[in-house]
């Protein structure tokens, strides 16, 4: 059974930058789509698409466009981790983040299309 892992999280100024990891003990990730969601503080649900996704390839990307231009998901082949960078961060971006696993290599976007889940990494933006 594949369970993925998290790590990364933490307190980090506006402005500042953090990289979340998703890994798997034991397995390598390098076949499944992977996808990022969050899950901001005060609400019950996971946001409704991911933040960030790549296929099992790494040949595709996909990012919400409130994350544009301030994230990058990427494989770290070398690790058998993909990782999430994360800069600029804003106070709206603190929210418990979790990875998920498709076995299907093609991108994902919808969290009813991942098999696997991680139990999340807190980051809290603050000053």
């Known amino acids: 059974q594949l369970q993925l892992v998290e790590s990364g999280g933490g307190l980090v100024h506006p402005g500042g930058s953090l990289t979340l990891s998703c890994g798997a003990s034991?397995?390598?990730?390098?076949?499944?789509?992977i996808g990022w969601f969050r899950q901001v503080p005060g609400t019950s649900e996971k946001e409704e698409l991911a933040?960030?996704?790549?296929?099992?390839?790494?040949?595709?990307?996909y990012y919400a466009d409130f994350v544009k231009g301030r994230f990058t998901i990427f494989r770290d082949n070398g690790k058998k981790t993909v990782s999430l960078q994360m800069n600029n961060l804003k106070f709206q971006d603190t929210a418990t983040y979790y990875c998920a696993a498709s076995r299907t290599s093609n991108i994902r976007v919808g969290p009813g299309l991942y098999e696997y889940w991680g139990r999340g990494t807190q980051v809290t933006v603050s000053p």
């Open positions: 034991g397995f390598s990730l390098d076949s499944y789509a």
């Open positions: 933040i960030a996704a790549i296929s099992g390839q790494g040949t595709r990307t």
